[in-house]
């Protein structure tokens, strides 16, 4: 049995506004509309949540670690303000060349997650806006979520569909939000089928 609830998200795209030039101040970084609400919901719900995040302009010299922790502060008070928490952030420093085993697709940021909280990550859902960050989750047996925010913002249904056949059994969302609801929902569905075998009679007794 999992220890905690746990879920895995993305950030550039999934949280916040993506740049094609990188997010690189707190002054870029933009939430996305409902994102944080989003988070928020999964938290009231017993949800603990986690990022696992590319952040290459780092290793690219676009930006250093003080920037990205400024980036990062103004997130959880942001989150903090909508009731919301995020328990860390996992990112990769490294630029492409650099052949890490961090940066998604490879699963390694998954992998560390795994080891702190000592749980396996089969079936934690992982939510992001690309096919990178699917197939990252994918390789350590999370459940894939896809948002229509971010990388996918614009791609038309041919094209999300092409997708979503190469990481089987993703589920697609408007955006964090939608997915968060999907979760924290279904979890519930799912208490309330247990609730209702655990409360049936098996005998029938006291009737006729």
Same mark, same amino acid.
């Given at each position: 049995m999992q220890a905690i609830k746990l879920v895995? =998200? *993305? %950030?550039? $795209?999934?949280i916040n506004a993506d740049r094609d030039d990188y997010v690189k101040s707190p002054e870029e970084w933009r939430p996305l509309p409902g994102a944080l609400e989003g988070i928020? %919901? =999964?938290n009231h719900?017993?949800?603990h949540v986690v990022v696992a995040t590319n952040q290459s302009g780092l290793g690219r010299g676009l930006f250093d670690m003080a920037a990205l922790? @400024?980036? +990062?502060? !103004?997130?959880? +008070?942001?989150l903090t303000q909508a009731g919301g928490r995020l328990d860390a952030i996992f990112f990769c420093p490294h630029a492409p *060349? /650099?052949?890490?085993a961090c940066r998604k697709p490879l699963p390694g940021l998954f992998e560390q997650i795994g080891d702190r909280y000592g749980v396996d990550l !089969?079936?934690? &859902? @992982?939510? $992001?806006?690309?096919l990178r960050d699917l197939q990252a989750a994918a390789a350590v047996g999370c459940e894939t979520h896809l948002v %229509?925010? $971010?990388k996918c913002e614009g791609l038309s249904d041919e094209q999300i569909a092409d997708l979503l056949a190469q990481v089987p059994g993703t589920t697609l969302h408007t955006d964090l939000a939608a997915a968060a609801e999907f979760i924290v929902q279904r979890g519930r569905a799912a208490r309330a089928r247990t609730r209702g075998i655990a409360e049936s &009679? /098996?005998?029938g007794a006291g009737s006729l």
């Open positions: 895995i =998200l *993305d %950030r550039d $795209g999934t928020a %919901r =999964l719900d017993g949800w922790n @400024a980036m +990062h502060l !103004k997130m959880n +008070h942001a *060349d /650099e052949n890490c !089969k079936g934690v &859902p @992982a939510i $992001g806006d690309s %229509r925010s $971010g &009679p /098996e005998s």
